[in-house]
Each structure stands twice: as C-alpha cells, then as structure tokens.
T-cell receptor, first 115, second 108 residues
Framework: EPEVTQTPSHQVTQMGQEVILRCVPISNHLYFYWYRQILGQKVEFLVSFYNNEISEKSEIFDDQFSVERPDGSNFTLKIRSTKLEDSAMYFCASSVQGQGGNTIYFGEGSWLTVV | QQPVQSPQAVILREGEDAVINCSSSKALYSVHWYRQKHGEAPVFLMI?????EQKGHEKISASFNEKKQQSSLYLTASQLSYSGTYFCGTVNNNDMRFGAGTRLTVKP
C-alpha cells in the first residue's frame, strides 16, 4: 500500500540552526500538509500546499518556516532558526483532493529535538 | 476554529462502551476520526461526509449531524487495542483542524 515517507525520523539540532524535514507524499496526491505535535499535546496544523503554492497556513507558520516542493516528488519543511519550543513531532500528510472528501494520509513523523 | 472534543479522557474496562463527541462552531464539509497511540502517527479510522451519515468500522462507528455541526464516535465492546488518543478532524474549505483529543484507556 502506498505511504507517505518522512526523513529523518529523529533529528537533534542546536538552537538557532536551520533544519530541513523531508517528505515524499503518495505519488498521485495533489495536496500536501505539515502538522506538528508537541509531546503530549494535540496535533496542530501548520500549512497546506497545492499547485506549487501555499493554500493555507496557521498562525504557527511564521516567517521562520517555509515549504518547498523542489523536484516534483519531495515536499520539504524548513525551519530557519530553530527555537527550543520548536521541539515536536512533525507530520507530513497528503491527499488526492483537498475538499474534505478524501482521506489524508500521514507519514510516521520526524521527531525534532532542539537543544 | 478548532473543534471541541469531549470528554478529555475515558477509562474503560474491556467490553464496555464509550462515546466521544466532537463539535465545531463552523459549518463542516466532513469529519475525520483518527486514533493515535503514544509515539506513533495518527491512524485514519473513518470519514463522514454527509449530514446524518453514520459509518462503522468493526465495533467502532460514528455519526455526523451536519446541522448541529457535531460528530460522535461510538466504541462498543471495547478491546485493549482500542486504547489511544482519539482525534476528530473537521474540514472546512481545504484544511483540517484537529480537536485536542480524547485519551481512551481500556483496562483488562
């Protein structure tokens, strides 16, 4: 069964460093998402991406965050200057359509620890 | 904008039933239900698209009242494997917002 894959599974980085989290969505999917979950808390929406541009973003997704689909298969989340509070599990997801009628498939997550 | 889930936590004995509720202040296109075990990604359970729709998955079913902007997840004859945090995701426009989650613990 096709799946969303994410790398790395775990990354430790120093505060202030840049981090890039990578995702390979399911191949025929058109909508891509990033979510994050701070340990023990709820899943939070960060951004959705369609047709090579951001379609919606949350208040969490400020100027330190950016997303890119550099080569037609990868979907990346960049955090420019990490802060301690960025430590979380980051989930990539994708769906065929974005109108709510289709399942959103999640990757297994990238656990980011900022020290 | 995020849906409200209740209760926050439930503890059951194996074989007991539970209901988890999800409500939104916004008109909804659909409601998704996910279960997440500790340290793992959310796992999709089911999606409800139409008002009044009810769906089932083994002994887990859900209803969606579009007019009331509410959905409920029903777990009957719970099993140990049902333990986890259940999230509802509500979809308005093209994006999903999750509720805070309901932690379900099933004990032998």
């Amino acid at each position: 069964e096709p799946e969303v894959t994410q790398t790395p599974s775990h990354q430790v980085t120093q505060m202030g460093q840049e981090v890039i989290l990578r995702c390979v969505p399911i191949s025929n999917h058109l909508y891509f998402y990033w979510y994050r979950q701070i340990l023990g808390q709820k899943v939070e929406f960060l951004v959705s991406f369609y047709n090579n541009e951001i379609s919606e973003k949350s208040e969490i997704f400020d100027d330190q965050f950016s997303v890119e689909r550099p080569d037609g298969s990868n979907f990346t989340l960049k955090i420019r200057s990490t802060k301690l509070e960025d430590s979380a599990m980051y989930f990539c997801a994708s769906s065929v359509q974005g109108q709510g009628g289709n399942t959103i498939y999640f990757g297994e997550g990238s656990w980011l620890t900022v020290v | 904008q995020q849906p409200v889930q209740s209760p926050q936590a439930v503890i059951l004995r194996e074989g007991e039933d539970a209901v988890i509720n999800c409500s939104s202040s916004k008109a909804l296109y659909s409601v998704h239900w996910y279960r997440q075990k500790h340290g793992e990604a959310p796992v999709f359970l089911m999606i409800l698209l139409k008002g009044g729709e009810q769906k089932g998955h083994e002994k887990i079913s859900a209803s969606f009242n579009e007019k009331k902007q509410q959905s409920s997840l029903y777990l009957t004859a719970s099993q140990l494997s049902y333990s986890g945090t259940y999230f509802c995701g509500t979809v308005n426009n093209n994006d999903m917002r999750f509720g805070a989650g309901t932690r379900l613990t099933v004990k032998p």
